[in-house]
């Protein structure tokens, strides 16, 4: 797609697209089945003004920081543009904000102007105000709401700004021009469970530069649906980008989703690994009460596209490579790959055509291809959609990257990768104990590759740093190189793949961070317990690895003399796991999702200059590398443990 929005900011970017595209549709809310309401470019850019002006004669100045707490609707992106258009910076999140979060972010943040989505999140902060000094003044975005006394409705403000323009006021178009690149757009607080929230300072041309160089072919005659939460990162991004390039956005929600799609019929979409793993079980489902003429036609249909697939990956270097191939090896296979391909194909065409076609009408039957993000995604779920024919273009970012740093494309679909980096933007793999770098490196072969490491990114997406915490800042981001925490390593593919995290905190499949050192405090504390390290990421739930202690379970009555011994105790295990549950529970602060649903036992102590650090700090990787087996069994059936 050709790239033809020089825009210098996000208001920028917001005036140029209200201008080449008009009265075409940028978002469409859903009333009921089948009846959309829709907002044209023009509309929605001129809404924009009047909320910006309404917000400066508010006292809103340049550069102020305005809370943005909802979840996906139209009066979220209307909200961004009077913020953006006024020469602001917003502080989003999602309306299920809780009271700690409220107070330690619009505080941190010195917001004095708070966007809420509804009644309950009015009252909670209404409620909070003795605690929130700087505040000033709330803005109630649901339309049907009522408003406490002291609150604003937002169509209120927009009907008062537009008026305001109607006599003449001209202030906002002036704000427009004296943003810099430099300005913050969005403040974005990411969550964790260990020391307060990090604000992340985005500037517009952190965004600018996305829009630039996302790899993404989409248009004005593309249908996007709008699922994930608008207030992270990911999501928004994508949503900014269907404004730069004309596409119409469909506010979509969990429980409308599978109708939606069916009658929306998304050609795009950001997605992420639970939404895959949710349709991947429904396919599934049914397919087993299916007659058995279909089952079985589903079986070989499957088979053909894996057969098709696995040799056109090859043929076009596709498939993924962490070692370097000989060249004799290529030129030996290369012949009985591309026999193979001239076989299968007539029947995957015919078998492509009759039976996976219908399975793909469960996504609507248009989908070009969706981005999924916010975790790594299963590499059997990833291998089933593209071999029926869904194409999944795996990316990955971070908030910090604004947050695209790699996403696989059409011609670089390489299962088990995140693809090639995006334009403009540097890598590099770092060994962690030496500091050196092994990628790009010239002193080793192929500059590199192959090597694992912790992955480090340098580009015009890299954020600005942490608002109010220039150490934290210095840690993580020197000379322009960000710290990502992640292991990864550039493929002969020249793409990038992520191996699992160097940092600690844990990112679970549906987008829940937790900082897994509290936990392993509490259950430390246990008598029955010496070492235990949480486990979970890119996973539904979290577990956990323990090696337990034999006095303490002696002392329970528990006649053991060795830990291979206890592995195999029932009794042992019954103990450990009534003390997590006691440890580890609501009643005690801690979330749903930071309950342990699964653990073992292991037979050995970890060791200082092996698993151990010389301070007893326990070394993540090396643990998890060495318990993959244990790990593979807490995980090999999710559906189960998870219950």
Excluded at 140 to 154: E, K
Excluded at 210 to 236: G, K, N, Y
Aim: glycine share 6%; aromatic share 8%.
């Amino acid at each position: 797609m050709e790239k033809v929005n020089p825009a210098q900011n996000v208001a920028d970017l917001y005036r140029i697209s209200a201008e080449r595209f008009e009265a075409m549709p940028a978002f469409a809310t859903r009333r009921k089945t089948l009846n959309w309401y829709p907002i044209s470019f023009r509309d929605l850019y001129e809404q924009g003004l009047d909320l910006a002006t309404g917000l400066i004669d508010m006292g809103v100045e340049a550069r102020e920081h305005i809370a943005l707490f909802s979840d996906n609707r139209f009066e979220w992106i209307l909200a961004d543009y009077g913020v953006q258009l006024c020469g602001a910076a917003d502080v989003p999140r999602g309306r299920e904000i809780t009271d700690e979060e409220i107070i330690y972010i619009i505080n941190h943040a010195e917001v004095r102007v708070a966007f809420v989505e509804n009644e309950k999140l009015q009252n909670k902060i209404c409620r909070l105000r003795e605690k929130l000094p700087q505040l000033r003044e709330i803005i109630l975005l649901d339309p049907n709401g009522s408003c406490q006394s002291g609150v604003r409705a937002l169509l209120d403000l927009v009907s008062f700004g537009k008026q305001l323009r109607t006599d003449g006021d001209k202030r906002a178009e002036k704000r427009i021009e004296s943003i810099k690149k430099d300005d913050l757009f969005t403040l974005i607080y990411t969550s964790g469970t260990t020391g307060a929230p990090k604000g992340v300072m985005l500037t517009h041309a952190n965004m600018i530069s996305q829009m630039e160089a996302i790899p993404v072919p989409i248009s004005c005659t593309d249908r996007v649906l709008s699922i994930l939460p608008v207030w992270h990162i990911f999501e928004r991004v994508f949503e900014m980008y269907t404004i730069y390039s004309g596409s119409c956005t469909y506010y979509s929600s969990v429980r409308t989703l599978a109708e939606d799609i069916r009658h929306v019929q998304p050609t795009f979409m950001g997605s992420a690994p639970r939404l895959w793993e949710g349709m991947h079980k429904r396919i599934m489902e049914g397919i087993k009460i299916a007659h058995p003429v279909r089952r079985a036609l589903f079986h070989i249909a499957y088979f053909l596209g894996n057969q098709y697939n696995d040799s056109m990956y090859y043929l076009w270097g596709n498939k993924l490579k962490t070692k370097k191939e000989p060249l004799w090896t290529r030129l030996l296979l290369m012949p009985t790959h591309a026999l193979r391909w001239l076989i299968v194909m007539p029947w995957y065409g015919f078998f492509n055509a009759v039976v996976l076609e219908n399975v793909r009408l469960s996504t609507g039957g248009s989908l070009k291809a969706t981005v999924s993000g916010g975790g790594a995604l299963p590499p059997e779920i990833d291998r089933f959609f593209n071999t029926i024919g869904i194409p999944v273009l795996e990316g990955y970012g971070l908030t910090e990257t604004s947050p695209v740093v790699a996403v696989r494309t059409e011609k670089q679909l390489i299962i088990g990768t995140i693809g090639p980096t995006v334009p403009n933007t540097e890598v590099r793999i770092v060994d962690m104990n030496t500091n050196e770098v092994l990628y790009p490196n010239s002193k080793y072969p192929d500059k590199g590759r192959g090597f694992k490491g912790e992955l480090f990114v340098r580009g015009p997406q890299v954020m600005k740093g942490y608002y109010r915490q220039p150490e934290l800042t210095e840690k993580v981001l020197q000379d322009g190189w960000l710290r990502t925490g992640d292991l990864a390593m550039m493929t002969f593919n020249n793409c990038l793949k992520i191996l699992g995290r160097s940092k600690s905190t844990i990112v679970l499949s549906n987008g829940e961070n937790l900082e897994p050192e509290p936990l392993e405090l509490r259950l430390s504390q246990s008598h029955l317990i010496d070492h235990c390290m949480i486990i979970g990421q890119d996973k539904k739930f979290i577990g956990a690895l323990i090696v337990p202690n034999i006095d303490g379970l002696r002392e329970k009555g528990v006649k053991s003399d060795s830990l291979s011994e206890l592995v195999k105790n029932k009794e042992a295990h019954r103990l450990i796991n009534d003390d997590i549950r006691e440890k580890i529970s609501t009643n005690n602060g801690f979330r749903n999702y930071e309950h342990i649903r699964d653990f073992r036992l292991l037979a050995n102590q970890f060791e200082i200059g092996v698993e151990l650090t010389d301070l007893h700090k326990m070394k993540r990787h090396v643990i998890t590398d060495k318990y993959q087996d244990v790990i593979h069994e807490i995980y090999s059936d999710e559906t189960v443990n998870a219950k």
